[in-house]
């Protein structure tokens, strides 16, 4: 393939060799690995060192989804700069000092501001507190972490019109709970398929499962990309 898709992939694991061969066989179709908190935590530097290379120099989305007061989360980005992340994701909901302080620790990473978890519901959000509904509160945040420097912003495919309608060009919009036609949702609860995330306005799709629980990453990877190069 002559164009790299542009496709995250979720490497969530149970060892470093597992998501490094993961890496290696999704490699020469998508632009990006996306290493998560589970990784990260277990593999510590070398993960991204071993994917980085499994996978020819892709980028490297590190996805820690930061969130404590801001100079923690400015010492937690210093401690992360060597490793050279393309992404590094902070909770949006840490407020605006809290993402200046990664942003200002990390000028040449996308850091990517968290809106609110695909995982949960209009129920869930309820019982956390958070003003809703979610479409309002990932729209709220959003416009909140790109004036504090975010420069990407994570939301359900769902959501990706309304924050480009609300940030334009600024940021660049990455969408989780992406699934194929057909297959299981699994945790997700806000999704759509790639072609239609792309349609309203995504840049970058977090795809995980559909593509490395398939029998054949390979080519559940290529086929993906396939799709995407015909949208």
Same mark, same amino acid.
């Given at each position: 393939?002559?164009?790299?898709?542009?496709?995250?992939? %979720?490497?969530?694991?149970?060892?470093?060799?597992? @998501?490094? %061969?993961?890496?290696?066989?999704?490699?020469?179709?998508?632009?990006?690995?996306?290493?998560?908190?589970?990784?990260?935590?277990?593999?510590?530097?070398?993960?991204?060192?071993?994917?980085?290379?499994?996978?020819?120099? *892709?980028?490297?989305?590190?996805?820690?989804?930061?969130?404590? @007061?801001?100079?923690?989360?400015?010492?937690?980005? *210093?401690?992360?700069?060597?490793?050279?992340? %393309?992404?590094?994701?902070?909770?949006?909901?840490?407020?605006?000092?809290?993402?200046? !302080?990664?942003?200002?620790?990390?000028?040449?990473?996308?850091?990517?501001?968290?809106? #609110?978890?695909?995982?949960?519901?209009?129920?869930?959000? %309820?019982? #956390?507190?958070?003003?809703?509904?979610?479409?309002?509160? +990932?729209?709220?945040?959003?416009?909140? $972490?790109?004036?504090?420097? !975010?420069?990407?912003?994570?939301?359900?495919?769902?959501?990706?019109?309304?924050?480009?309608?609300? #940030?334009?060009?600024?940021?660049?919009?990455?969408?989780?709970? +992406?699934?194929?036609?057909?297959?299981?949702?699994?945790?997700?609860?806000?999704?759509?398929?790639?072609?239609?995330?792309? $349609?309203?306005?995504?840049?970058?799709?977090?795809?995980?499962?559909? @593509?490395?629980?398939?029998?054949?990453? $390979?080519?559940?990877?290529?086929? @993906?990309?396939?799709?995407?190069?015909?949208?």
């Amino acid at each position: 393939m002559s164009a790299l898709a542009p496709v995250a992939v %979720a490497l969530d694991g149970p060892d470093l060799a597992t @998501i490094t %061969a993961w890496a290696g066989a999704a490699g020469p179709y998508v632009s990006t690995m996306k290493v998560g908190l589970e990784t990260f935590l277990r593999d510590g530097d070398a993960s991204v060192e071993a994917v980085r290379a499994a996978a020819r120099g *892709r980028d490297v989305f590190l996805d820690l989804k930061l969130h404590d @007061i801001p100079n923690t989360v400015a010492g937690a980005a *210093r401690s992360v700069a060597h490793l050279r992340p %393309a992404f590094l994701t902070v909770h949006a909901t840490g407020g605006s000092a809290m993402v200046r !302080a990664a942003v200002e620790e990390l000028p040449d990473t996308l850091v990517t501001a968290v809106t #609110v978890l695909t995982s949960l519901s209009e129920a869930d959000l %309820a019982e #956390v507190g958070l003003l809703g509904p979610s479409l309002d509160a +990932v729209r709220r945040l959003a416009v909140l $972490a790109v004036a504090a420097g !975010a420069r990407a912003i994570v939301c359900s495919p769902q959501e990706v019109a309304a924050v480009r309608a609300e #940030v334009g060009d600024a940021a660049v919009l990455i969408t989780p709970g +992406v699934r194929p036609a057909g297959t299981a949702l699994g945790d997700q609860s806000r999704v759509a398929t790639p072609e239609q995330a792309f $349609a309203d306005g995504a840049d970058l799709l977090v795809i995980g499962r559909p @593509i490395t629980a398939a029998p054949d990453v $390979a080519a559940a990877a290529a086929a @993906i990309a396939r799709g995407l190069a015909h949208r």
